[in-house]
């Protein structure tokens, strides 16, 4: 296939589905027909909203659209830096660790001079910031999140522009933000987390959606802490409560006074961290949810380690 709409087009056809069936509110029959013509586009939730009618999955759309199995081998360099990354320790060699590294981004290198892809240019973007951090660990220098090295300011700024030209962001908006909310100044990332939750009622009704519009908010309510913005991160743990008010959930509910405790284990208080840690650990072990509880037996356990190194932020980031 060419381009989504063909691929669209021909799954649509395939499935004898008219075009007024899958027209609503916001995505009329005349705009569903140019997508498919290649004559307009449509954001990313949209799209899931459509392949969701249709009854087809994002990763069979995915081979669709790419025969060549581009997708696919997307997703494999991406997991494969991934698994490089989570595998650094305090007692890596970090000469011998950057050199892998510089392997795997050059792949992406390679494949981005043959293949045209946003998703990848926005993931080397990453990738080129985490090595920079690497660079910096390795010439003993300290490394903090709080003030960001302008040269890598400059790198991620690409990132920055799209996430301000998009008007309406789908999933991949909010993955995005997800990975790169450290790069950003307080004020900006503020500025992305309030967007993220004007469009919170239109992901709830995609698969998974909900669950990343939260783990959203808690990424970027723990680079505020990183960054010392005590303020904006307290705005954003209001956020989450206020959202959870019109939706319940359980699971993130009992977050909240563990990310509470965050705030204040970055201020410096130990004892009211510790005590809204046990808190949440305790609300787990109430619910039967013993591997949460463990996780954040654990989490609470290496957060002193997390904070005096903060490449274990970004590897927690860039996984999500």
């Known amino acids: 296939m060419k381009n989504y709409g063909e691929a669209f087009r021909y799954l649509r056809k395939n499935k004898g589905v008219k075009l007024k069936e899958l027209a609503e509110e916001g995505l009329s029959v005349s705009l569903i027909a140019q997508f498919e013509k290649g004559q307009s586009k449509i954001s990313y939730d949209r799209l899931l909203k459509l392949l969701h009618k249709l009854n087809v999955s994002h990763d069979e759309f995915g ?46 290198e390679d494949y981005l001079a043959k293949q045209v892809s946003l998703k990848m240019s926005h993931f080397l973007i990453f990738v080129k910031i985490y090595v920079l951090f690497i660079k910096l660990k390795q010439t003993g220098k300290p490394m903090s999140l709080e003030v960001i090295p302008e040269d890598i300011g400059v790198i991620g700024l690409p990132v920055q ?46 698969p998974a959606a909900e669950e990343l519009v939260f783990q959203t908010l808690f990424t970027c309510l723990t680079v505020f802490c990183a960054k010392n913005a005590f303020e904006y991160a307290f705005k ?19 977050m909240l006074p563990f990310y509470r405790g965050w705030i204040y284990f970055f201020m410096g208080d130990q004892s009211k961290a510790n005590s809204l840690f046990l808190e949440t650990i305790q609300i787990y072990e109430q619910l039967g949810l013993e591997k949460e509880r463990d996780k954040y037996k654990e989490l609470s356990g290496n957060l002193k380690k997390v904070k005096e190194n903060q490449l274990f932020l970004i590897q927690i980031f860039g996984s999500v």
């Open 161 to 206: 522009q799209y996430l301000f030209d998009v008007e309406i962001w789908g999933l991949y908006e909010l993955e995005l933000l997800n990975r790169m909310s450290f790069i950003f100044t307080p004020p900006i990332l503020w500025r992305f987390v309030q967007q993220s939750v004007k469009r919170l009622e239109s992901y709830r009704c995609l």
């Open 236 to 254: 954003t743990l209001l956020m989450v409560e206020e959202q959870l008010v019109f939706q319940e959930n359980l699971r993130f509910a009992a």
């Open 63 to 108: 081979l669709l659209v790419n025969p060549g199995q581009y997708w696919l081998k997307e997703q494999e360099m991406m997991s494969k830096f991934y698994q490089l990354m989570n595998s650094y320790q305090i007692d890596t060699v970090i000469d011998d660790f950057l050199l892998k590294l510089l392997v795997e981004q050059r792949k992406i």
